[in-house]
């Protein structure tokens, strides 16, 4: 078989991208490993930049997103007993973000995919990417227990960080930054209505709090806690008890507690790998980039890679020109690295290094101190959180 374009992965970088190169009539085919059920579930994010909701609605995903989704115009930040807003629409000349779990983003993305094409093929596990360095570069990959080719003019890994496109860029052609951080991120859901109509971001020297949502009635709520921890040592009343500990206010505030539906533990890292194309291999989202999730930052990255993407294929389509396809992964790296500064200082602000002295933890309250007194340091936080304008809109 072949294709124009051959994804592998479809998450929301992969099933993105096809939406909008269908749009522009650009054949494609999407790979994913998983089945329907497992990928329109796996638990992930919850907030959509202004730029990242755009691109859904212009490419017709965007009708249940508009019903459903909760705009937010602000986020608490609490630490030393203290409550503070910050207001995003003043600091940004009027940008918000939505409240819109990436799961529905995804059933979305998928509903549209099945009943309009482009091909969308579930239980198709990609093993390699061959003959990376030619015009026309395999996809080999396994389904219903055969295995199969995909002859393609250009491959696009949006395979995540576990994906194996990546693999087909030789390593002296590429290169990769990374950081670690010390703490894991326990993740719950809970029947139960957020206690806060906005995010809470709580610092506390017991360690991070989270505090989102994913409906009215369904409250999110993340803790930092040591790498290796064991969900099954948190039962609910220990989780409970945290959260609020690490949420204690002088103000007012009341935790309501629920039945917890969900538990799991997520790792923290940042990587990038540079550059996101080797020739006609382009890798996209978390197959190229990987941000602590503190600043809610990476379904938000994939769509902006793939928004640049479609654009630059659309582009090569019109005229010929792979000007735009040329300039691609530098156009997405200064965005990226933006991204990773920020999420990296919403971290290590937030966060409780178990190697901590009292001196990094007076430096820590120092900046939310600064944050919340500075108009120009308040404007800082909103404008990455809410995202910087999209380079191009779709
Ligand atoms: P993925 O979503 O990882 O999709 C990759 C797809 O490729 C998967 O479906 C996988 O099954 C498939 N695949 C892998 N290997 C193969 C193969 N060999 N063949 C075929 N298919 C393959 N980001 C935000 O913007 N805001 C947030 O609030 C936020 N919170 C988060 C909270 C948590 C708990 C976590 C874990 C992440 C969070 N993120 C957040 C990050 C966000 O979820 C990811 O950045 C996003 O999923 C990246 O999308 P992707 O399509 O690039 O990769
Ligand atoms: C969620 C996750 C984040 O990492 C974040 O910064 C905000 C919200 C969430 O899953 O709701």
Not at 15 to 34: M, T, Y
Not at 168 to 185: F, H, L, Q
Not at 386 to 391: C, D, E, H, V
Request: with cysteine; aromatic share 8%; charged share 25%.
């Amino acid at each position: 078989a072949t294709t124009t374009v051959g994804i592998v992965g479809g998450g929301p970088a992969g099933l993105l991208l096809a939406r909008l190169l269908h749009r522009s009539g650009i054949d494609c085919v999407v790979l994913e490993s998983r089945d329907r059920a497992y990928v329109e579930q796996r638990q992930r994010a919850g907030i959509l930049e202004q730029g990242t909701a755009d691109t859904l609605r212009a490419c017709g995903a965007g009708e249940r997103l508009d019903r459903e989704g909760i705009v937010h115009h602000g986020i608490r930040l609490r630490f030393d007993r203290r409550s503070h807003r910050i207001d995003f629409p003043p600091l940004t000349g009027g940008r918000s973000v939505l409240v819109y779990a990436q799961t529905e983003v995804v059933k979305d993305l998928i509903a549209l995919q099945l009943a309009e094409g482009p091909p969308l093929v579930f239980g198709a596990r990609a093993l390699a990417v061959e003959r990376a360095d030619t015009e026309r570069p395999v996809i080999r990959y396994a389904h219903q227990g055969r295995e199969h080719a995909l002859t393609c003019d250009y491959v696009v890994g949006c395979d995540g960080f576990h994906g194996i496109v990546r693999d087909a860029v030789p390593a002296a052609a590429r290169r990769t930054y990374e950081r670690g951080y010390p703490y894991s991120w326990l993740g719950v859901l809970a029947d139960v209505p957020p206690s806060c109509d906005e995010l809470v971001y709580a610092h506390s020297e017991r360690g991070f709090a989270l505090f989102s949502m994913r409906s009215p009635t369904i409250s999110r709520l993340y803790l930092q806690v040591p790498n290796g921890t064991d969900p099954a040592d948190w039962p609910d009343e220990r989780i409970w008890d945290e959260l609020d500990a690490r949420s204690a206010t002088d103000g007012p505030w009341t935790l309501a507690r629920g039945p917890i539906t969900a538990k799991s533990v997520l790792p923290m890292r940042s990587v990038v790998t540079e550059p996101m194309r080797y020739g006609r291999v382009l890798l996209a989202g978390d197959a190229a980039h990987i941000v602590p999730p503190t600043g809610a930052k990476g379904l938000n990255l994939a769509a902006s890679d793939v928004t640049e993407l479609a654009h630059a294929f659309a582009h090569l389509k019109e005229t010929g020109s792979t000007e735009l396809l040329d300039g691609w992964s530098d156009t997405c790296l200064r965005r990226v690295w933006r991204a990773e500064q920020f999420s990296y200082s919403m971290t290590t602000t937030l966060h409780t290094d178990p190697g901590q002295s009292a001196f990094d933890t007076r430096l820590q309250l120092a900046q939310l101190d600064r944050i919340a007194s500075s108009g120009h340091a308040a404007a800082e936080l909103a404008e990455n959180y809410t995202g910087l304008p999209f380079a191009r809109a779709a």
